[in-house]
């Protein structure tokens, strides 16, 4: 019998000796963590503690990633779509009994618990492992269990003791598995149940499996909502980028339309607020709390709950690429933006190339005060620097568009360049004097 073999057949004892099976998986995990991978742990998992370790997370003192207080998660989840399959799950799986040993869990599709539900007892065992509402439970949150596995890969996921990563999470067992749009196979969050490691059971994954058919059926019988009418944090996202961390993010700020891609994909339209949000955090490499973003986006009544909510609904549309505390873009991901595209043509000396890729100013529609610094800031660098290339068709050609067209430094430029009996200056002149006019009118 191979070690494999011998492994497999332990497996059962998680339910006939759950604490000999737990003892033996904590020295399969001692010895797998040390670089010598153990048979008792499957090798997906150990891919899963692999890309957790690169993330930053630590066996030994990790807590979870706090996306949202517990009363702000609970306000998402009432908006959520998933709230209205949430007191069928309750009755199927909940049990609220004192002596109640399980929890039920319901996040949204990028790991955030929305929902918790159980005994005295069992929630204060989670509360030991900071298991509430707002707690990140991807990978990237607190790294590899069975909600982090059921996302990535999009089936069920059973975890148990040391299979999780974190050292403080091996007294505890989860089952967990997608809950997905009936309408488009999207996920929209996931379903878990879990306790200590004695309350899993052999029919733990199926009665799992049960409340996942049932809150697509309810999903199903609520007909599918139109997107216009869903808040943005409710929206579901494919599978592929739930599950992504994103390698890259390309923001087009530039004009009233904004838009953001993520790791090539398609565009996908901003609203004004998100567009002022990933603008500021563009301008910033050591971040933002969500006080200091409140004040500068609301003012002196700005609240850093509003922050928060827009920052999860940023991550409903486009993925796991912001982190808090300060709010900054997740590491690794490779962010560019148009605006910035701008300014590195003017550092390198390329005038030419950087008009061409400046056509219109930042978020036009913006009144923020911040994002109107940054507006004027762009804006006159192009201005100077046309001005200053001494090109007359460069010049001629800023002096044309909505952004130059009241330069007057760049016109003085032109005549310099030009000279005042030059037809190109005549009419920059004469386009000047007529906003003159309209102003004074």
């Not at 309750?90 to 618990?113: F, K, N, P, Y």
């Not at 996302?151 to 997608?178: I, K, M, N, Y």
């Not at 809950?179 to 196979?185: A, E, N, Q, S």
């Not at 991550?315 to 605006?339: M, W």
Request: aromatic letters at 4%; hydrophobic letters at 45%.
């Amino acid at each position: 019998m191979t070690m494999s073999d011998a492994a497999a057949q332990a497996r059962r004892l998680r339910f006939t000796s759950p604490v000999e099976y737990a003892r033996a998986l904590r020295q399969a995990h001692e010895a797998t963590i040390s670089g010598r991978p153990d048979p008792y742990i499957a090798p997906s998992l150990v891919t899963s503690w692999q890309r957790s370790l690169a993330m930053g997370i630590d066996p030994d003192r990790h807590r979870p990633v706090h996306r949202h207080d517990v009363s702000e998660a609970r306000l998402l989840g009432a908006d959520h779509r998933l709230a209205v399959v949430m007191p069928a799950l309750s009755q199927l799986l909940a049990d609220e009994t004192t002596d109640g040993r399980h929890l039920l869990i319901v996040t949204d599709h990028l790991g955030e618990v929305l929902w918790r539900i159980g005994g005295r007892h069992a929630l204060r065992q989670a509360d030991s492992l900071e298991f509430v509402e707002g707690a990140d439970w991807s990978e990237s949150g607190v790294g590899t269990n069975a909600i982090s596995e059921a996302l990535f890969t999009g089936t069920p996921a059973q975890l148990f003791s040391a299979e999780h990563l974190v050292r403080t999470h091996h007294d505890w067992a989860c089952t967990a598995a997608p809950i997905r749009d009936p309408f488009t196979g999207d996920v929209l969050g996931v379903l878990d149940v879990s306790g200590p490691i004695q309350s899993m059971t052999p029919d733990s994954l199926r009665m799992v499996r049960c409340g996942v058919r049932l809150a697509e059926e309810l999903l199903k019988s609520a007909g599918a909502p139109a997107a216009d009418s869903l808040p943005e944090q409710t929206r579901s996202i494919p599978a592929t980028r739930a599950r992504s961390t994103g390698r890259s993010l390309t923001l087009r700020i530039l004009g009233d339309k904004p838009t953001a891609e993520v790791d090539g994909g398609p565009p996908l339209a901003l609203t004004l607020r998100r567009a002022e949000i990933l603008a500021m955090l563009s301008s910033r490499s050591s971040g933002w709390s969500a006080e200091e973003l409140a004040y500068e986006l609301y003012g002196e009544d700005g609240a850093a709950a509003s922050v928060r909510t827009e920052m999860h609904r940023i991550r409903g549309l486009l993925g796991n690429v912001v982190e808090p505390n300060p709010y900054r873009f997740t590491a690794g991901v490779k962010v560019e933006t148009d605006a910035a595209m701008v300014a590195a043509h003017l550092r390198a000396g390329r005038v030419a190339d950087a008009l061409a890729a400046y056509p219109a100013k930042l978020l036009t529609r913006s009144a923020n005060f911040a994002i109107e610094l940054m507006r004027d800031e762009l804006n006159e660098a192009v201005g100077a620097s046309v001005g200053a290339s001494g090109v007359a068709d460069l010049i001629l050609r800023w002096c044309s568009t909505d952004m130059g067209a009241a330069d007057s430094a760049a016109a003085a430029a032109l005549e310099r360049v030009a000279g005042a009996d030059d037809p190109r200056f005549q009419l920059v002149r004469a386009k000047m004097a007529r906003m003159d006019r309209e102003l004074r009118a």
